[in-house]
């Protein structure tokens, strides 16, 4: 996996790593809080590809506001090369900033927007 590098205003390179927000889609057992109704892993994966399509069509805040269950809401989260939740940390390495795509996590489904 390449570092990530940006150019800073004064030309500069500075590895940083990707920024991201994303849309938690829970699944039952995972002890989320904010999880809003009972799901197993097929259809919590289901319901993470249609977040996609929709934050795709009518973009991300309108997926983000109807469907989140971070009880943190709207953060913006830096991805570090150990992050200890691998496949959110290969996606977020992966994409490039507006794009986005599904990750899973032992609590769930991501919906992950790159922001930088």
């Known amino acids: 996996?390449?570092?990530?590098?940006?150019?800073?205003?004064?030309?500069?390179?500075?590895?940083?790593?990707?920024?991201?927000?994303h849309v938690f889609i829970a699944r039952d057992g995972s002890g989320a809080p904010g999880q809003r109704q009972p799901r197993g892993d097929a259809e919590a994966r289901l319901l993470a590809d249609l977040v996609l399509e929709l934050a795709r069509s009518d973009g991300f805040d309108t997926a983000q506001q109807r469907f989140n269950e971070d009880v943190l809401g709207n953060v913006v989260y830096a991805v570090q090369?150990?992050?200890?939740?691998?496949?959110?940390?290969?996606?977020?390495?992966?994409?490039?900033?507006?794009?986005?795509d599904v990750a899973s996590s032992r609590w769930g489904y991501h919906v992950v927007l790159c922001v930088r």
């Open 81 to 100: 090369p150990d992050d200890p939740m691998e496949d959110l940390r290969r996606l977020a390495y992966s994409l490039l900033p507006g794009t986005m």
């Open 1 to 21: 996996m390449a570092a990530r590098v940006l150019t800073t205003a004064t030309g500069h390179e500075d590895p940083a790593p990707p920024c991201i927000r």
